[in-house]
């Protein structure tokens, strides 16, 4: 292998250059309501937009698949949902594809010292799913301590993870802070003689809701996400059967809001709370990366699992294929390719993470991912694109987002198409409109034409699922 040579010499900048540190970093459940994504948003993140502005931000970039396990096995393993069968948050991805490299195996492979914390692969069942394999050093995230009581009341069916509010007091005690650090000692002492994979999974703005007290105080104010009322009227059976699941979400904050007037938009402003402090998290990775002699040949890639619904077409949670549990920040520095400060339009989805991190760091491609690479449109963000977003929920349950439409197919056969230039917000369903067959047979052609049956899910063995 390339790097085995390196290994005996000095590590060179010729070899920086073709074999660049690379700084890899995954938010969890951050949608586009930040503003990275929409000036006009009151969460500010402030570190993305920094990041942003040392490389290219793609304003159109989704997730595989709008849940923490698929989305991460998909983005990790460069295959689709329908190519494992890794649907759901249970999935067991790992047993799906047994002899499958992840990205960071094939970084291993090629001489890079791998290491990470936090969360990375999904932590169902307290880390099993974590992947020993995939790294040579790893510091598993923190355990989730919680507050001796509720802070608030949950909404009904909610259990202590759809709790919300100022905690902890001491920043350090977070399960962020504590990945955070250990990625900038990792930064502080790469590894002298060779190439460094670092990956830092941050958990917020995953729920609970909780954030130290200075991120709620110095949140401007907050408005409530826009609905539409009736706007499920023009909804097909596909999403309804899809959505029956985590209706008790947002039914259950309405009654609670009715019962203790104020709820849901504490809730909210938690949600917000949480988006700065994962964004400070990741400001303080960023120094680290900025202090250390190797950030001009470091690729850095930034993305979110998936988006969040806070309420949006009556929905709280993931699990939906609407443009707000999808949409994501994505951003990538690539040294010598990227321009700094620029934006991408083009629609991609995280399936060409894999084979683009392969190609920017000088490995060979494989050939059995599912996504292409995207270093055409990191060289110029103009080039020629037709490819668009494909994301999956659940067997048989795809969105094609392109530049301008969202079409929805459920596993029914019943559809959804939203026209993005009139619609942002999704609200006026077309797929009945004969003026819109075309339109939607030029998306049908990119929905997968295999779809792998659902794996198994890992069993718990007396272990507490993990949310
Ligand atoms: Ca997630
Ligand atoms: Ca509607």
């Given at each position: 292998?390339?790097?085995?040579?390196?290994?005996?010499?000095?590590?060179?900048?010729?070899?920086?250059?073709?074999?660049?540190?690379?700084?890899f970093l995954i938010v969890d459940d951050m949608n586009d309501w930040v503003s990275l994504l929409d000036p006009e948003s009151p969460i500010q993140t402030p570190n993305l937009e920094r990041l942003a502005g040392q490389g290219m931000l793609f304003t159109r970039a989704y997730c595989a698949s709008p849940a923490c396990n698929p989305s991460r096995a998909a983005t990790l393993t460069g295959l689709r949902p329908t190519t494992t069968g890794v649907y759901g948050n249970k999935s067991d991805?790992?047993?799906?594809?047994?002899?499958?490299?992840?990205?960071?195996?094939?970084?291993?492979?090629?001489?890079?010292?791998?290491?990470?914390?936090?969360?990375?692969?999904?932590?169902?069942?307290?880390?099993?799913?974590?992947?020993?394999?995939?790294?040579?050093?790893?510091?598993?995230?923190?355990?989730?301590?919680?507050?001796?009581?509720?802070?608030?009341?949950?909404?009904?069916?909610?259990?202590?993870?759809?709790?919300?509010?100022?905690?902890?007091?001491?920043?350090?005690?977070?399960?962020?802070?504590?990945?955070?650090?250990?990625?900038?000692?990792?930064?502080?002492?790469?590894?002298?003689?060779?190439?460094?994979?670092?990956?830092?999974?941050?958990?917020?703005?995953?729920?609970?809701?909780?954030?130290?007290?200075?991120?709620?105080?110095?949140?401007?104010?907050?408005?409530?996400?826009l609905r539409l009322e009736d706007d499920w009227l023009d909804l097909p059976t596909g999403a309804e059967k899809l959505m029956r699941k985590t209706k008790w979400f947002w039914t259950g904050m309405q009654a609670l809001d009715a019962r203790i007037p104020g709820s849901y938009h504490d809730f909210i402003r938690a949600y917000a709370a949480c988006c700065a402090f994962s964004d400070a998290q990741i400001g303080r990775v960023l120094d680290a990366l900025k202090a250390s002699p190797r950030?001009?040949?470091?690729?850095?890639?930034?993305?979110?699992?998936?988006?969040?619904?806070?309420?949006?077409?009556?929905?709280?949670?993931?699990?939906?294929?609407?443009?707000?549990?999808?949409?994501?920040?994505?951003?990538?520095?690539?040294?010598?390719?990227?321009?700094?400060?620029?934006?991408?339009?083009?629609?991609?989805?995280?399936?060409?993470?894999?084979?683009?991190?392969?190609?920017?760091?000088?490995?060979?491609?494989?050939?059995?991912?599912?996504?292409?690479?995207?270093?055409?449109?990191?060289?110029?963000?103009?080039?020629?694109?037709?490819?668009?977003?494909?994301?999956?929920?659940?067997?048989?349950?795809?969105?094609?987002?392109?530049?301008?439409?969202?079409?929805?197919?459920?596993?029914?056969?019943?559809?959804?198409?939203?026209?993005?230039?009139?619609?942002?917000?999704?609200?006026?369903?077309?797929?009945?409109?004969?003026?819109?067959?075309?339109?939607?047979?030029?998306?049908?052609?990119?929905?997968?034409?295999?779809?792998?049956?659902?794996?198994?899910?890992?069993?718990?063995?007396?272990?507490?699922?993990?949310?």
């Amino acid at each position: 292998m390339l790097l085995a040579v390196g290994l005996a010499i000095p590590w060179a900048h010729a070899a920086e250059l073709q074999h660049p540190d690379v700084l890899f970093l995954i938010v969890d459940d951050m949608n586009d309501w930040v503003s990275l994504l929409d000036p006009e948003s009151p969460i500010q993140t402030p570190n993305l937009e920094r990041l942003a502005g040392q490389g290219m931000l793609f304003t159109r970039a989704y997730c595989a698949s709008p849940a923490c396990n698929p989305s991460r096995a998909a983005t990790l393993t460069g295959l689709r949902p329908t190519t494992t069968g890794v649907y759901g948050n249970k999935s067991d991805w790992r047993g799906a594809t047994p002899d499958r490299k992840t990205i960071m195996q094939q970084f291993r492979a090629a001489g890079y010292d791998v290491r990470g914390a936090g969360k990375i692969f999904h932590h169902h069942l307290d880390g099993a799913f974590h992947d020993p394999a995939s790294f040579d050093d790893f510091q598993p995230m923190a355990p989730q301590n919680m507050p001796p009581q509720k802070l608030n009341q949950a909404p009904e069916y909610g259990s202590a993870n759809t709790d919300w509010g100022a905690w902890p007091s001491e920043e350090s005690d977070t399960i962020d802070a504590k990945s955070a650090a250990y990625c900038i000692e990792a930064l502080k002492n790469p590894p002298a003689d060779r190439p460094m994979f670092l990956a830092c999974g941050v958990f917020k703005p995953h729920s609970p809701f909780f954030a130290p007290p200075a991120y709620h105080e110095s949140l401007a104010d907050v408005p409530l996400p826009l609905r539409l009322e009736d706007d499920w009227l023009d909804l097909p059976t596909g999403a309804e059967k899809l959505m029956r699941k985590t209706k008790w979400f947002w039914t259950g904050m309405q009654a609670l809001d009715a019962r203790i007037p104020g709820s849901y938009h504490d809730f909210i402003r938690a949600y917000a709370a949480c988006c700065a402090f994962s964004d400070a998290q990741i400001g303080r990775v960023l120094d680290a990366l900025k202090a250390s002699p190797r950030r001009d040949s470091t690729v850095v890639v930034l993305w979110s699992d998936h988006g969040f619904h806070l309420g949006e077409k009556d929905h709280i949670e993931k699990f939906a294929l609407w443009e707000k549990t999808n949409h994501i920040p994505f951003i990538m520095v690539a040294p010598g390719v990227t321009v700094p400060g620029s934006r991408c339009e083009a629609p991609v989805d995280m399936t060409a993470l894999y084979p683009t991190l392969l190609e920017l760091s000088g490995l060979p491609p494989d050939p059995a991912c599912d996504g292409v690479s995207i270093a055409p449109l990191l060289k110029d963000p103009k080039a020629d694109w037709e490819r668009p977003a494909l994301m999956t929920y659940g067997p048989g349950n795809h969105a094609v987002r392109s530049r301008r439409w969202r079409y929805i197919r459920y596993a029914d056969g019943t559809e959804e198409l939203y026209d993005h230039t009139t619609d942002p917000h999704e609200w006026t369903n077309l797929a009945g409109n004969p003026e819109h067959v075309a339109v939607i047979e030029k998306h049908r052609k990119w929905l997968p034409t295999r779809e792998a049956k659902p794996v198994a899910d890992l069993k718990a063995k007396g272990k507490k699922e993990a949310h």
